[in-house]
T-cell receptor, first 108, second 117 residues
Framework: RKEVEQDPGPFNVPEGATVAFNCTYS??????FFWYRQDCRKEPKLLMS???SGNEDGRFTAQLNRASQYISLLIRDSKLSDSATYLC?????????FGTGTSLTVIP | DAGVIQSPRHEVTEMGQEVTLRCKPI?????LFWYRQTMMRGLELLIY????????DSGMPEDRFSAKMPNASFSTLKIQPSEPRDSAVYFC???????????????FGPGTRLTVL
């Protein structure tokens, strides 16, 4: 079983829509959680950390559900510039486990 | 801060040649990671260092791969001899802190796109 699993998509949504991604992790002892964004032919860039109480950054909301072992990312009022691949990352001890990414395309 | 710096950005070489990839982490970060990304396998951790010491190299695919970190501001990943299946994007990332309570986020360099013919 993979440490981190994501729905690869693709998600194709119209501009202005709300879209949500989930990411499940297998080890209940996992400690830190992150969402990264990767544009085509670019490096992954930190989008936001995920805190236990949930956190929001503008149009982006991240949630952690330890009981069900998943993290989520909600994007409101999608913009064309949100089109990218979104990677979830789970930290356990000295290890970082990356999901394979969820592809999002926002359509005009 | 300039962020993580990698060189070269692109490398095209022939099978059997030695390839050396370079990385300068963000100043003050004490963790450095080397990753490889392909369409088929996604992002794979190859090796990481803490305070210049290799901690986990279990992701290094085989003996043809080696990595060094002679000081806090420089690391190399070497492939000798290179093979076509090594073609991928190689990312270096650095992080400030990893503790028993969890880790701070990693910051990635722009990557080296390696093509082995």
């Amino acid at each position: 079983r993979k440490e981190v699993e994501q729905d690869p998509g693709p998600f194709n949504v119209p501009e202005g829509a709300t879209v949500a991604f989930n990411c499940t992790y297998s080890n209940s002892a996992s400690q830190s959680f992150f969402w990264y964004r990767q544009d085509c032919r670019k490096e992954p860039k930190l989008l936001m950390s995920v805190y236990s109480s949930g956190n929001e950054d503008g149009r982006f909301t991240a949630q952690l559900n330890r009981a069900s072992q998943y993290i989520s990312l909600l994007i409101r009022d999608s913009k064309l510039s949100d089109s990218a691949t979104y990677l979830c990352v789970v930290n356990l001890g000295n290890q970082f486990y990356f999901g394979t990414g969820t592809s999002l395309t926002v359509i005009p | 801060d300039a962020g993580v710096i990698q060189s070269p950005r692109h490398e095209v070489t022939e099978m059997g040649q030695e390839v050396t990839l370079r990385c300068k982490p963000i100043s003050g970060h004490d963790y450095l990671f080397w990753y490889r990304q392909t369409m088929m396998r996604g992002l794979e951790l190859l090796i990481y260092f803490n305070n210049n010491v290799p901690i986990d190299d279990s992701g290094m695919p085989e003996d043809r791969f080696s990595a060094k970190m002679p000081n806090a501001s420089f690391s190399t990943l070497k492939i000798q001899p290179s093979e076509p299946r090594d073609s991928a994007v190689y990312f270096c990332a650095s992080s400030l802190l990893v503790t028993s309570g969890g880790a701070l986020a990693q910051y990635f360099g722009p990557g080296t796109r390696l093509t082995v013919l």
